[in-house]
């Protein structure tokens, strides 16, 4: 299996997805001439040429509208939105256009895109870029919204969201671009279901993107046999295994990167409390970035971003006395 | 030390200081390069070399009640204005010494007393914002004026021309300022655009518009005088096109290898800052002696200031939660 880093299993991916389905074409700003301003689309342009591959003016709304206007004529775009705030300028055609084809059309239509978008904070790009931003869309009905959290994870779910016939966002974890991992091209992955990413019987952290190897650092740390999900698709998110494995747990913490308010964690948390509270052994909880934005300065960015020590605080603690411990910022006082 | 303590407001029109301005922003620049190559500095940044007379002629025809909005690339325009380079460096070295406390960035500066309203990093993001401040002058009738300082990319973004047609049709106090330097990130103006003469965009909006040679401070100060006149005077919007030439890459790691062969060359004798340097001399109010000299001792001002906001303080962890919401007013 070759080893690659995770930017170069998104250009994998893409490009096999090119070869083996003509209909396949990929645009945003800079990804063709530049290879992207990630080197995710690195090669793209030299292998399928100018007709498939396409730099783009800086027009988010107009191209991510070409996009949804190309699929319901047969066309399968996978567009960049290089940091996942740009959507913003785009957003009325991904959910209020895009999201309604299917519905509007009485179910004739299908709008097979992928808007792949880098998100994230860690790397000092400030409070616009460097948010992750997933609940802009997680609530949209008619969208799927994916994000892998490794090499492996980006090739084969991005290979699955471009098959898939709806639009789906999916959301690259930008500090991970570089990172290394073995890909074996050949391994399927579905949107909608978790990986386990390491098992353990004591406490499940259900984990998205960069903070599935946050939760991993902790987990390998912590006194506690803890299991790691990889949540992989946050819409539909994979109920079945998360309650399975917190059936067998009984602890839950959902590891967050977006602020306190509005996640997805919450949603977890509910159904696992409503539909299966008497095999809870502590109150589940989530460790997630405080309510404020992203800071520019390293060391606050640093405690801002859930980190392993914290992780791993949070969940000694909740060993140890069963119920949900504050977060730094409560306990420090500082907010 | 306080994020604004020695304002510098350039207010006025004396062509020795613009040139020892300009100098600072060169000089600053060079610095940043430096600091980021070093990797002293983290994230990401845009110097605005090639672009400094349209920050100087800006600064030297607005008043500091007139809000600008301006972008990513302020460096330049934040000096200009007045702002210390302390204030922005320590900003850029997320120190609490800087204008936002260290939380902003780079990309980020802002000085309300000197009219530099908090720069925007998403494209098109400051020019409705500049329209908006046009409306509430007209309203309130006063005779400021709302400035969008913007990239010749962002004329591609609906928002651009969203407001365009707005700040028309309501006759709004406004200058529309788009520095076109050529290119948007990697990509060359003739890649994304039809056109390279971007001021007659805002001839479809019926907007007056012109285009100034943006490396020219004389042409720079009489084109945006007019503008500003024009916005001071109830007569509306204006929209300037400043032919410049983005000297550096995009961002700290572009080395701009996709530049067309001599270009770079081609625009070299157009330097901003050297075409101050050489008209002053012609003028007969400086010699190139002195010239040197302001030079160098420039140099070791903006070193010496580099390693007081080294040694700046670090925000606190209370900081990031100071500015999201207004403060609880206690009984
Ligand atoms: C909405 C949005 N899309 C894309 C970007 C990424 N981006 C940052 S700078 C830039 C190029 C802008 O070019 P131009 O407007 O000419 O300004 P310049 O950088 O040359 O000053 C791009 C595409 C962004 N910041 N915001
Ligand atoms: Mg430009």
Known sequence: MPAMRLRQAIATAIADEMRSDPTVITFGEDIAAAEGPFKTTEGILEEFGPLRVRDTPISEMGFTG???GAAIMGMKPVIEIMFMEFLGVALDQLVTEAAKMRYLS???LSVPIVVRASVGG??????QHSQTLENWVAATPGLKVVSPSDAQSAYSLLRAAIQDPDPVMFLEPRVAYAERGEVDTNLKMELGKARIVKPGKDLTIVALGQMVNVARAAAAKISADVEVIDLCTIVPWDKQCVLGSVKKTGRLVVVEEQPESGGWGSEIIAAVVAEQFATLKAAPFRITSPNAPVPYNGGLESKFLPSPEEVTRQIEEVMKTGKAPQPWWRREGVN | MSAGMNRRRLVQTDPVAQFERALEIREFENQINGLFAAGTIRGTTHLCLGQEALAIGLAAVLRPTDPVFATYRSHGIALALGMTPESVMAEIMGKATGCCGGLGGSMHLC????????????????LPIAAGTGLAFQIQGNDRVGVAVFGDGATNIGAFHETLNLA?????PVVFICDNNVYAEYSRINLTTPIEDLHIRAESYAMPHYAIDGMDIDAVTTGITQAVERA?????PTFIEAKTYRFAGHSRADQALYRPEGELDKWKPRDPVLLMEQRLIKKGLLDSETAEKMKSSMKDVIENMVKVCQAAPEPTVDAMFKHIWTPKVRA
């Open chain 2, 168 to 172: 028309a049709i309501w006759k709004l």
């Open chain 2, 232 to 236: 001071r005077s109830g007569g509306g």
């Open chain 1, 106 to 108: 009485n179910g004739t």
């Open chain 1, 122 to 127: 860690g790397l000092g790009f400030g409070s």
């Open chain 2, 111 to 126: 000085d309300m007393e000197l009219g530099l309203l908090p720069t925007s990093a998403i494209i098109g993001g400051g």
């Open chain 1, 66 to 68: 070409a996009a949804v």
